[in-house]
């Protein structure tokens, strides 16, 4: 394998997708953060695998920078795997916000490669019909075609696909990119 190849080809297409991400759709979200935080709403961030990871620093940097309460239920692990054994995986997220309270002036931030569907992360595509139904901000930063996410968020970043063998490592990079753009922009402007 030649390694340099590799590299040249990875950053080849992140610059594709510098220039083909949807800006208006992140200024979109900006502004949806930006009137959560005006308001006190609070946020919370699901994510699944590599996604919950990035949604663990993504809670820091919203709370710490942006000052907006802010929280994800895959940093409770107790209660992550406790509702999992004891009502099942596909409600984790619902089960939690409900002890939230999730309401009208708060909003979701999802993370999430495919976006959630009929058949995969059912605890994501629950948790959005819980927050479209009690009328909280739908965000999201997905990738493929977006998923369950694309089809019913308020705002919703679509990480374009620029090679099928990397999908996956894309939309988790940017997962970064585009929540520090938007909290720093919250936190500035």
Request: one cysteine or more.
């Amino acid at each position: 394998m030649n390694f340099g190849a590799y590299t040249e080809q990875y950053l080849k297409e992140t610059l594709e997708i510098v220039n083909t991400i949807d800006k208006e759709e992140i200024t979109k979200a900006i502004e949806i953060i930006n009137e959560l935080q005006k308001t006190g709403g609070r946020m919370f961030i699901l994510g699944v695998g590599g996604s919950a990871a990035s949604a663990s620093h993504a809670v820091n940097d919203f709370r710490k920078i942006a000052g907006i309460e802010t929280y994800t239920p895959t940093d409770n692990v107790a209660e992550l795997t406790a509702r999992t054994n004891d009502e099942g995986w596909d409600t984790t997220f619902t089960k939690w916000l409900e002890t939230s309270k999730l309401c009208e002036k708060d909003a979701i931030l999802v993370l999430s490669v495919g976006g959630g569907s009929d058949t995969t992360s059912l605890n994501i595509k629950k948790a959005i019909d819980m927050a479209v139904e009690r009328k909280a901000k739908v965000l999201g930063i997905v990738s493929r075609d977006g998923g369950y996410t694309k089809k019913n968020a308020d705002a919703c970043v679509l990480v374009p696909v620029v090679s099928d063998e990397r999908i996956t490592p894309h939309a988790e990079g940017w997962h970064g990119v585009v929540w520090h753009l938007m909290v720093n922009a919250v936190s500035i402007c």
